[in-house]
């Protein structure tokens, strides 16, 4: 059984963490139910295991927490779901490469919701979409922006941290980081794209898709 959790109001960042390495503790001892907890965070920057301090542009803009998740630079704050997942990987197939990828899967059949096409990109963790509204690259292919970001932790083969969905975050604070490390795309929201999406909107779209994101063990999915 997985327990669904929503906060409300702003939750502290440490206090997340103690709560998830808390809860991950437990299901791996067999004494906590898995879980999925839906938070929104105050402005703050978070460094993943393979941040670069290059990329923290502008340090004294909001606070920086070092983070044991995966991944470089990111942002959280008002406007943005954070998902943290604390699901019990070794009976979901023990493969960490497939289990990012139906995290990833998660958010593209939640976006399809709203009639949002995100797709996945090698080289590339996280969920991007197309922006036929702005011109094409210097390549000459299409424009994408990042609408998701992706990075968990796993400990004892149960993870936690998770995925940040933007809903209407305020995308200039962004601007003090390289967000994950990558210069040449930039991010968006849901309302960027035009959408009056709510937060409570996402997060139906969550509940519904989680079950059909994460049926199937055996394969990998692909975009």
């Not at 437990?26 to 301090?53: M, N, Q």
């Amino acid at each position: 059984m997985v327990e669904w959790i929503t906060s409300s109001g702003f939750t502290d960042y440490e206090d997340a963490v103690a709560f998830m390495e808390e809860r991950a503790a437990g299901i791996a001892a067999g004494t906590a139910d898995e879980c999925i907890w839906l938070v929104e965070h105050p402005p703050l920057y978070t460094a993943g295991t393979s941040a670069k301090s290059e990329d923290l542009t502008d340090p004294d803009r909001f606070p920086v927490h070092t983070s044991k998740r995966g991944g470089q630079y990111t942002y959280h704050g008002p406007g943005q779901r954070v998902i943290y997942v604390m699901l019990d990987v070794a009976k979901r197939g023990r493969d960490v490469r497939c289990f990012v990828r139906q995290l990833e899967r998660w958010v593209i059949l939640a976006l399809d919701e709203f009639n949002v096409t995100g797709h996945v990109r090698n080289g590339r963790v996280g969920v991007w979409v197309e922006r036929d509204d702005k011109p094409l690259m210097a390549n000459g292919e299409k424009t994408e922006d990042k609408i998701a970001a992706v990075g968990i932790r796993l400990r004892k083969w149960v993870s936690f941290h998770g995925i940040s969905i933007n809903v209407e975050p305020d995308l200039s604070h962004f601007d003090g980081i390289v967000p994950c490390g990558i210069t040449e795309y930039g991010v968006t929201s849901l309302v960027d794209l035009g959408l009056p999406v709510t937060m409570d909107d996402v997060d139906v779209a969550l509940k519904k898709t989680f079950d059909i994101a994460f049926a199937e063990t055996e394969t990998c999915p692909t975009d």
